[in-house]
């Protein structure tokens, strides 16, 4: 059964090669061979030719760093605790998007926030 969870992070652009040490520290959160990597999805070389050049609404490339993965059975609180512990150039410029399956809407914060904050009471907020 699958139990999904989409995670995105909104980086500055002083911290997008962190992606790559938060993608090989969740190598180790568990001892299944699950991929938790994030990608990027507004770096348009990053994705298989052809990508369209409308491949964003509007006709432009964001002007961002956005990374996402949907993963399934993803320890939650560890990994909202590596992006925590990260030396982000910008913690509070690191908005942290995360949403259950069944939730309606995303849980937000910034790498800042998460660092002052229970991690496990952020998951269980009411969405």
């Given amino acids: 059964m699958s139990v999904v969870t ?36 507004t770096f348009v070389e990053a994705h298989p030719d052809p990508c369209p050049a409308d491949w964003w609404g509007g006709g432009k490339v964001p002007q ?35 949403k259950r399956e069944d939730d309606d809407r995303f849980r937000v914060a910034t790498a800042a926030e998460l660092r002052g904050m229970d991690l496990e009471a952020f998951l269980e907020e009411e969405q």
């Fill in 64 to 98: 961002a760093d956005v990374f996402a993965g949907a993963f399934n059975h993803l320890p939650e609180a560890e990994y909202l605790g590596l992006i925590r512990d990260l030396d982000w150039n910008s913690p509070e410029s690191v908005q942290v998007f995360f």
């Fill in 6 to 41: 989409t995670v995105m992070l909104s980086v500055s652009h002083e911290d997008p090669d962190l992606i790559m040490h938060l993608n090989i520290e969740a190598a180790y959160l568990t001892d299944t061979n699950r991929n938790y990597s994030l990608r990027s999805i």
